[in-house]
């Protein structure tokens, strides 16, 4: 029996406009260590499918205090998590509820009203796929040329711009609501997870025809945050891209 393996990149960059990365990332146990960091955070490699590994991205929010803390909570949360995790199962929903409390229980000890991060999320176990995401951080496939979201949104338009109506660090009494859903792949197929820094900057076409190609994964996700950060760069920008080999 063949032995599917993944190629993934990440690349977390800081927008143009911000001076600090609310981003972050958990990428087969690596996250995102320096939130003050201003320089690119990049890592890339190979890994089974079988492996049962975690792929996911955070984005503090903007609008409330400590955005950044939000995200590396998470990050880091989702880490210590897999890590101890020995069940080869889904188990996204249960990590989302321990990041949610994760991120309660800080906002408490930081004496604050709220704090918060969206996140998207796959997990891979076996010939499964599973997502879940919170907010507006999307997950895409891309699939025989064809690029498709299979997140799902939460937010609400109100003057001026979007509210996020689901993201984990809800407060008590508010109970978070993600999407999730469960697929497959084949070989060749990519998935992207990525922050609205991206989205907000490139349309679905202009993704699709950036990462549409058989490069290796780190070339092209470095080219999508650079695309996005060229388009003006008004949020920060974090890419992460996987194929299956």
Not at 15 to 31: A, F, L, S
Not at 48 to 69: I, K, R
């Amino acid at each position: 029996m063949r032995k599917n393996k993944i190629e993934y990149a990440v690349v977390s960059a800081t927008g143009k406009v911000r001076r600090n990365n609310e981003d972050n990332y958990c990428c087969c146990g690596k996250i995102r260590e320096d939130v003050n960091a201003v320089t690119d955070s990049v890592h890339s490699g190979m890994t089974d499918a079988a492996a049962n590994e975690l792929f996911a991205v955070f984005d503090g929010m903007g609008g409330e205090a400590c955005g950044e803390v939000a995200s590396y909570i998470a990050a880091s949360s989702a880490m210590l998590f897999t890590r101890a995790k020995d069940a080869y199962g889904e188990y996204l929903k249960e990590l989302a509820a321990f990041i949610n409390d994760k991120i309660r229980e800080g906002t408490e000890a930081r004496s604050l009203v709220l704090m918060g991060t969206t996140a998207a999320m796959l997990q891979v176990a076996g010939e499964d796929v599973y997502i879940l995401n919170s907010g507006d951080s999307r997950i895409y496939k891309l699939s025989s040329h064809e690029l498709r979201q299979i997140s799902e949104d939460h937010i609400l338009p109100v003057r001026g711009g979007n509210a996020i109506t689901q993201f984990l660090g809800m407060p008590e009494g508010y109970e978070p609501s993600p999407y999730a859903a469960k697929g497959k792949y084949k070989p060749g197929d990519m998935f992207l997870l990525c922050s609205d820094g991206v989205t907000d900057m490139l349309s679905d076409d202009e993704i699709c025809r950036i990462i549409d190609d058989r490069m290796d994964v780190d070339v092209l996700v470095r080219a999508l945050v650079d695309a996005a950060l060229d388009k003006g760069g008004v949020d920060n920008t974090t890419a992460l891209l996987l194929r299956f080999l």
